[in-house]
C-alpha cells in the first residue's frame, strides 16, 4: 500500500487510570528515597470519593501512604468533589502487607550477591522500537497526543482555559506513505480530545479554545492540512469525570 493511517492515544494526568499510576508510583519514590534496598509492588484502584493502595512492600523507610494518596491527588487538582475527587475528604485504604517471605529470599541481596543471582519478583515482556521521524526518537502521532495531553494540563493550572477540569485523553492519527520502504509522515489525518470540563462552557468554546491554545501550539501547521479530521468533545459532554465517572486501576509498580 503507498499510505496508511497510524493512531497514538494519550491520557491525562487526571484520567482514573493515570491517577493511579501517578499514586502508585508517588509511593515507590518515597520508599526508594529513604532505602534504595526497597522492594515495591503496590497497586492502586479508584472510584467514586476512594482511593485504595495495596500490595507488599519490605522498606526500612517511614512512610505516611494516605499523606502520600491526598498529595497526588491534590497536586494533580481534584480538590473537590465537583472535579470528580476531594484529596481531603475522599476515603483512602491502605492494605499494605510485608513482601511474601517466598518472593523474598529471590529478589534481596543487592548488596551480598553477584547481580546475576539476584532474582525478579515478577516477569513480563515488552517490546519497542525507535524511529528517527522525531527528537524523541517516537513516533509522530505519540509525541504529539503527548504534547497535545501536556500542553492541557499547562493550560488548566495556568488558567487560559479556566473550564479545563483534570480529567481528559487525546489521540492522534498521522497518515504516512510508503517511499522506498521508509515510512514518511505526510499530514495529520485526524484530532481527537475529550476533556473535562465545568458546567458552563459552551461546546462552540471548548472547540475555539482547543483549536488556538492546545493543537495550534504543538502540531505544526505543515502537519494540519486541509482534510484534517477534528474530534474536539464528540461526546458533547464531559462534566463528570476523574474517579466519580470512571473506575482506576493501576499496573502494577515494581521494584
Known sequence: MSTFLFTSESVNEGHPDKLCDQISDAVLDACLEQDPDSKVACETCTKTNMVMIFGEITTKAKVDYEKIVRDTCRE?????????????????????EQQ????????????????????????????????????????????????????LTEVRKNGTCAWLRPDGKTQVTVEYKNDNCAMVPIGVHAVLISTQHDETVTNDKIAADLKEFVIKPVIPEKYLVEKTIFHLNPSGRFVIGGPHGDAGLAEEDYH
Not at 518472593?103 to 519497542?128: C, R
Open 76 to 96: 494533580i487538582g481534584f480538590v473537590s468533589d465537583d472535579v470528580g475527587l476531594d484529596a481531603d475528604r475522599c476515603k483512602v485504604l491502605v492494605n499494605i
Open 100 to 151: 511474601s517471605p517466598d518472593i523474598a529470599q529471590g529478589v534481596h541481596g543487592h548488596f551480598s550477591k553477584k547481580p546475576e543471582e539476584i532474582g525478579a519478583g515478577d516477569q513480563g515482556h515488552m517490546f519497542g522500537y525507535a524511529t528517527d521521524e522525531t527528537e524523541e526518537l517516537m513516533p509522530l502521532s505519540h509525541v504529539f497526543a503527548t504534547k497535545l495531553g501536556a500542553k
